[in-house]
């Protein structure tokens, strides 16, 4: 009622002031003063984080590298138009007049700059992604054209999986658990949807946990975590209603919100200003054409963003959220166990309460070494969505043994299996997490996120360097994940380090020491700034 009776009373004024222009209204927006704007805003949330750019110099080499690579890109192209060089790519044949059905210039980035360092990514492990974790030896063929396994395998330290509290393990309780899950009791699948035969017991007992962890009413589990996400947007937005969407939200987030048939507006990453003028003028404004009231206003944001290792800025957003009356959904996909004095994700860690946030949603592929996701609401959102969910009616329901690991790492977090094996892991991630961000920083790296985030971004800007690096970490017994375009800018790449709570100090201190001696010749210190800001 509040957003219809601000949305006549913005009507009527934008009528008779602008004469029901949106083009001259939002201009107008965009260049005036607006008091009422700055006063009802409070202060920024204080944050961890850090953001800081690289200087001059690798800037300019990361575009010269950049344009280095286009200019002998387009040469090998003639080459590959004459006969003189092998196409590696998918090319279209038959089509003449329609459309091309690929991206030119993500084709030219493929073929030119990925296939050419592909050996960097895509590493099959053969074991437990613990602190250490065996790999395939791999051989290429020319040009990296195809590739095939060897016999040989070779064990790293990992410090590219999610397994934050590090339950992704085969001994242990939960292991255990899961073990006799199979042998004795469900079995390996249900075979079935949830909304027909795939129902057990065990679902409804993971359900309720998880509503109990997490601080809401009930909750409803799916067998994929990015199904979570994508399917079941559709079901709570809908044509006539508006997504308003962190610019860094993950794929899943987008392609749900894309399938909704909502309109989609974006603001920018942790902007509050610019989220707060996206509200005030959607309101004022209204659906496209009509001027018609939105059906339904959400805020769509993640606890952690894995890109960047930065948390959304959520106290700020629930008072925007409150303050226009729209509700709002939030990912815990990284920050759920891996954020909070007891990992109970990103509400505990800001002190906000679960029952301001419309919809939680979380993975359990990250801390709680399993599959799939969740979805907690109150009671009657729930109960929607067992009859609406795309996920719920046409998708198996989650394998009974995967369920039964979920339990019982989720208990070890809440201490219900009479240890405190699941704080002292929560403890152990957080203490890792401190230790390796502040000794990089000193040291003079550029490290993205916040400090308690266990997603910490290395930047190295440049595609050739990045590509050293990964080459070089290999070589010392690191397996680390290394990140480019187009997944981020192209002066954004950067090496993505997931810690754990299996890793131990020393294992950390070595990796230290080894980003350490790799520097000399890399060049990974780019930042300009002399100490670390006391926090």
Known sequence: EAVVSTQSTGEERMNEEFDGSERVFEEKQRTEHVPELEEKTTEEWTYDESFENPPFMSIMSAYLCLFLLVIFGHFRDLLRKWGFDKTMDSTEFGNKGFVPLYNNFEAFYTRNVYQR?????????????????????????????????????????????????????????????????????????????????????????????????????????????????????????????????????????????????????????????HLEQILRTSIVMGQPRTRRPWKKIMIVVEGIYSMEGTSCNLPKIVELKNKYKAYLYVDEAHSIGAMGPTGRGICEHYGVNPADIDILMGTFSKSFGAAGGYIAADKDTIAYLKKESHAQTYSSAMSPPVARQVIASTEAIMGIDGSNEGQRRIRQLKDNTKFFRTELQKRGYILYGELDSPVVPLLICSIARLCAFAKCALQNGLAPVVVGFPATPILGARARFCLSASHTREQLSWMIDLIERLEPQLGLKLSTRQKLKAK
């Not at 939960?174 to 909304?195: D, H, L």
Request: charged share 20%; net charge positive; glycine share 8%.
């Open 117 to 273: 360092v592909c050996h960097y990514w895509n590493h099959p492990i053969t074991g437990v992604p613990g602190a250490n974790v065996e790999i395939w030896d791999r051989k290429f063929g020319p040009f990296n054209e195809n590739v095939k396994l060897q016999e040989n395998k070779r064990m790293y330290m990992n410090i590219g999986s999610y397994n934050y509290l590090g339950f992704a393990e085969n001994n242990g309780r939960c292991s255990r658990e899961t073990i006799q899950e199979i042998r004795n009791r469900m079995g390996t699948a249900t075979s079935s949807p949830r909304s027909e035969m795939g129902t057990l017991k065990v679902h409804q007992d993971l359900e309720k946990l998880v509503a109990r962890f997490v601080g809401k009413e009930s909750a409803l589990v799916f067998g994929m975590g990015f199904a979570t996400n994508s399917m079941n947007m559709a079901a709570l937005v809908t044509e006539g209603c508006l997504l308003i969407s962190d610019e860094l939200n993950h794929a899943s987030l987008v392609l749900g919100a894309r399938l909704s048939g909502a309109k989609i507006k974006v603001f920018k990453h942790n902007n509050m200003k």
